[in-house]
Structure formats: C-alpha cells, structure tokens
C-alpha cells in the first residue's frame, strides 16, 4: 500500500485491493488515518485502484475538504503508476480546480493522465514547478495554464502528446500558451513528447521566454534535423542558457555533433531510428499510449 522515503511518501492499490473494495475514497481515508502523514513533505498517489474507469476525484475533493490536515504538503505528485498498472492515456484525472485554494502552501504539482483532465481557474502564489505526464494534452487544459496567475512558477513541464490520445490542439495552441502565459520567473520550460516536435521547437525559439530561461526541454518527441538545425542557429543568441535536453530524438550525428559543441550542457542521448513502412517513414514520441 505505501512506500516512504524520507518525508516523502507513496500510496497505492493493486488490482486485488481494487478486487476488495478499495477505491479513491478509501485511500483518502487511509491517508488521513496513518500516523506518518503529518510527517510527509511529498504526498505521491500511484494507482487508486479501477483508475481506467474510476478518476482520483474522491482524493482531490478530499484534500479539499480536508485542508488543514494537508497543509504540510508542499509536493504533490498524482497518477504515479507505470503501464503495468494502466496505461498513461487510460487513466482517469479529476478537476484540480479545488486544489489551488485548499493548498496554498504547494510547491510542487505533477499530474499523470489527462483523460478528464480540468485544472480550472490557476491562481497560485507559491507553485514553483508544474509538470503533466500523458500521453496526450488537450487543448482546453493548454489554454488554462496559458491564463493561469502563477508568479512564482520555475518550472513548466508538459508532455503534449499525439493526436490519437488526447492532443487536439496544433503548432498555435503552444504558440498561444507561449505568448498569452505569464510566469516572470520561469527559468525551466519543457514542450515535450510531440509527435510535432520540430514544429514546435521553432515556436519555442520565437517565444520571451528563450530569453529568461536557464534550462530548455524538447526531449521525448519527434526532433529531428529540420528541429536540431534551427537549435544550433538559434541557442548561441541565448546567454542565458544552461541546459538543453533533447534525449530520445531522431537527430542524425552530424546536428548531435554541433549540439554537444555548444557552450551549454546538452543531453542528446537515446538517438531514435525512424520506422519504414510502406515505404514510409514513421517517427514516434516516446510517451504515447
């Protein structure tokens, strides 16, 4: 059921606990029951049991409902299952919209999942990093963090995904969330696992926030030598620049080579082969089902 490290700490059920009746409700309860908890720093929900036809609702209404009793957490990770226990495009989300007051204290969010994903109106003080790991985001879901009041926000980590599990937007979905968005101290910025991604990397590039950040993620996603040129043109005007990550990438050795020449750290490991079907070529993102 848990595993605890540190003042972190992970709670899950099994397909046998979902068998005996276990569910998001019960986990709360057993949450809030265990003499551990108001040690926690990081609360890290994994499978709450029937998650491909049950959300994590009943826990988000909870943390809610129950406020003062979470307000030492200042991480919060939800979904954190691998394949084995569902797929990433199966799992049911819930509607965080509740959370943003109940959890002032919040540093860190990490969702799992986008099926049903609401985030609702972000108004925050404290969040510091927001990361959504799926396989697909929607376009409702882009355009709430691009209005969302984050001013303290360091970190934006987003997988966007491909169009069959979840992605509805296009190249100016991005390009809008880039533009409209407002995060004065954003220093990290991932627009990754695109089955667009050398699209994308071009709207990026173009976007204010080339000039604040420190590090730059385009990982996971279909980059492939149209992406990686524009990056070797494009980074050398970005003093500023520290990192790039681009790891699982269809870059050939040539662009790999002027990457890692670059004044920056750069992580261009997990170089992809593309697929020939048909006498086609066909390029994956890593996260997709």
């Given at each position: 059921?848990?595993d605890?490290?540190?003042?972190s700490?992970?709670?899950s059920?099994?397909?046998?606990?979902?068998?005996?009746?276990?569910?998001?409700?019960t986990?709360?309860?057993?949450?809030?029951?265990?003499?551990?908890?108001?040690?926690?720093?990081?609360?890290?929900?994994?499978?709450?049991g029937?998650e491909?036809?049950?959300?994590?609702?009943?826990?988000?209404?909870?943390?809610?409902?129950n406020?003062?009793?979470?307000?030492?957490?200042?991480?919060l990770?939800?979904?954190?299952?691998?394949?084995?226990?569902?797929?990433?495009?199966?799992?049911?989300q819930?509607?965080?919209s509740?959370?943003w007051?109940?959890?002032?204290?919040?540093?860190?969010?990490?969702?799992k999942?986008?099926?049903?994903?609401?985030?609702?109106?972000?108004?925050?003080?404290?969040?510091?990093?927001?990361?959504?790991?799926?396989?697909?985001?929607?376009?409702?879901?882009?355009e709430?963090i691009?209005?969302?009041k984050?001013?303290?926000l360091q970190?934006?980590?987003?997988y966007?995904?491909?169009?069959?599990?979840?992605?509805?937007?296009?190249?100016?979905?991005?390009?809008?969330?880039?533009?409209v968005?407002?995060?004065?101290?954003?220093?990290?910025?991932?627009?990754?696992?695109?089955?667009?991604?050398?699209?994308?990397?071009?709207?990026v590039?173009?976007?204010?926030?080339?000039?604040?950040?420190?590090?730059?993620?385009?990982?996971?996603g279909?980059?492939?030598?149209?992406?990686?040129?524009?990056?070797?043109?494009?980074?050398?005007?970005c003093?500023?620049?520290?990192?790039?990550?681009?790891?699982?990438?269809?870059?050939?050795?040539?662009?790999m080579?002027?990457?890692?020449?670059?004044?920056?750290?750069?992580?261009?490991?997990?170089q992809?082969?593309?697929?020939s079907?048909?006498?086609?070529?066909?390029?994956?993102?890593?996260?997709t089902?």
């Amino acid at each position: 059921m848990a595993d605890q490290t540190g003042k972190s700490k992970t709670y899950s059920y099994d397909y046998e606990d979902y068998e005996n009746g276990k569910k998001a409700g019960t986990m709360l309860e057993e949450i809030l029951a265990d003499p551990e908890f108001p040690g926690l720093e990081e609360l890290i929900i994994g499978g709450w049991g029937g998650e491909y036809e049950e959300s994590c609702q009943a826990i988000l209404d909870g943390i809610a409902a129950n406020a003062d009793r979470f307000s030492h957490i200042t991480k919060l990770f939800i979904g954190d299952m691998d394949y084995e226990v569902c797929e990433v495009s199966w799992i049911m989300q819930g509607n965080y919209s509740g959370l943003w007051k109940a959890m002032p204290q919040l540093k860190e969010l990490t969702i799992k999942g986008s099926t049903d994903l609401e985030l609702g109106v972000i108004e925050h003080d404290n969040l510091e990093s927001l990361t959504i790991i799926c396989g697909g985001l929607g376009k409702d879901v882009i355009e709430e963090i691009a209005k969302a009041k984050l001013p303290n926000l360091q970190k934006l980590l987003l997988y966007i995904g491909v169009e069959d599990y979840g992605f509805d937007g296009n190249v100016d979905t991005v390009r809008e969330l880039l533009s409209v968005s407002d995060f004065p101290r954003l220093t990290y910025l991932g627009i990754t696992d695109s089955e667009i991604q050398d699209e994308l990397t071009a709207v990026v590039l173009e976007s204010k926030y080339m000039q604040q950040i420190t590090t730059l993620d385009l990982s996971n996603g279909t980059l492939t030598d149209k992406g990686g040129q524009l990056l070797v043109e494009k980074l050398p005007g970005c003093p500023n620049l520290e990192k790039l990550d681009v790891h699982y990438h269809y870059l050939s050795d040539e662009i790999m080579r002027q990457l890692e020449e670059l004044p920056i750290a750069v992580d261009a490991s997990e170089q992809e082969k593309a697929e020939s079907w048909n006498g086609e070529l066909w390029y994956n993102a890593m996260l997709t089902e």
